[in-house]
């Protein structure tokens, strides 16, 4: 099989979108479900490979594509991080913005600075859509604006279908923002388009644990008893570190309003596309800068809000620097083990974990993605976390099942906002 087919055959898809714009025969298109998944029309098909060849979802040359992209004389390595210049914490000096995004607001602030010096001309960033408050929708920012309507983070399915061709029809050079498994499809495209090369300039990541499927809105709204089409704007975090989700339904005030924390841990496994589990890059090791949080004191007591950032690139950590000077941006150095110890409860065991999941489903004679890095063995417990995940997975796919998550929901979150 040399299509995409052979990826969403062995639940490998992980919803990047992507292979919709590179068919030269438009026979794919991405469908929208739990999760976005691309079907392929095979009467269409010219069996070019190129989907196939930029799908992120079969696996990944991350030490390879990361060796060709950072080879600057000072490039550093970490088994984590991967291929890094410096690692940084800090914040945007607005505090609006600041304490709106998702932690310090430095990825929208050092867009906007970008687009202000006219370094480039757009930034492909994702914001709610404006018919469904809940649905995410990539699109070229040109302005500052543009930028903020797609602040902080949008923890459902984000398919970038459609973007490389209006990044190629569009007049001037972008940036794009994305997860890590989004970076990893531009990154191979990269190798072999140089016109998409020419417009491309910049690949931001944010970084990434696991995402959940459209079924985790699903049973937050049923459980608040709030109907999707009354929503008018919605955030998974806003209002300072970490911040909370803020559901509004009419007028300013929000209906709910309940601290991420509390709502984002209660949800466990259940929700989690199945493809995360065998991810093992949690940064973005592809992108030229990271950002995330830091869940480490001090830094974890600010609550207006704070970021960590990890450059690869040393035309980005000049501009970086660039910003600071120019009292745009506040950001100072720190060791990488910092970044890698706030990051600690997710981070260190993602790989075990995804090595775990790899020789089950190899027993199971289940395809599994290919990376060319060597995955840390795995302990027993990390053959039963992967185990009990997919039984979370396996209520969160059924929803006359949701009783169970909802026992286990109640008792972690407030109830003040049960109606
Ligand atoms: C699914 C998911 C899992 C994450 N896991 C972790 C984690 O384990 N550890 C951690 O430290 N941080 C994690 N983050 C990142 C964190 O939530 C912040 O996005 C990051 O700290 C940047 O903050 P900021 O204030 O600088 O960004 P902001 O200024 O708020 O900008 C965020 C940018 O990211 C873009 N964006 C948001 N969500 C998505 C998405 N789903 N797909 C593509 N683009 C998107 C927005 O369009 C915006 O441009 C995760 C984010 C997501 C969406």
Redesign the pocket.
Known sequence: MNNICLTTKNELCTGCGLCEDVCPAQAISIKRGVENTPTVNLKKCVNCGKCIKICPGIGCDIEFLSKNCFSDGNIKKDYYIGRYLETFVG??NDNE??Y????????????IYLLEKGLING?V???FSSSDAMY?E?FI?TSKEE?LS?????????S?NGITKKILAFEGKVVV???PC?IQSLRKRLTFDSKLKEKIVGL?S???????NFNAQKFLLDYYKIRREDVTKFA??DDGCLGNMKVFVSGKEPLLNIPFIDYYGALRSFFKPRRCLSCID?YGELADIN?????IAPYSNDRI?V???IVRNSKYRSILMQAVHENVLSIEPIPCDIVNE??KE??YPKQRKAHALMNMDRLLHRMTPVYDKELKKPYLKDYVSEILCNCQRYVGRHPFLWFVIRILFSHKISKEYKR
Not at 100 to 111: E, I, P, T, Y
Not at 150 to 158: D, G, L, N
Not at 291 to 295: L, N, S, T
């Open positions: 914040h945007s913005i600041r709106h995004s998702a932690s310090g607001g430095v990825l929208s602030h050092f867009l930034a960033v994702t914001k995410p990539t920012a930028i797609a602040k902080s983070s949008k923890y459902c399915p984000v970038l923002v994305g997860l989004h931001f944010i970084y990434c644990s696991s995402n959940r998974y975090r949690h950002f995330g949080d830091i869940h809000g970021s960590s950032i706030s990051q997710m981070l």
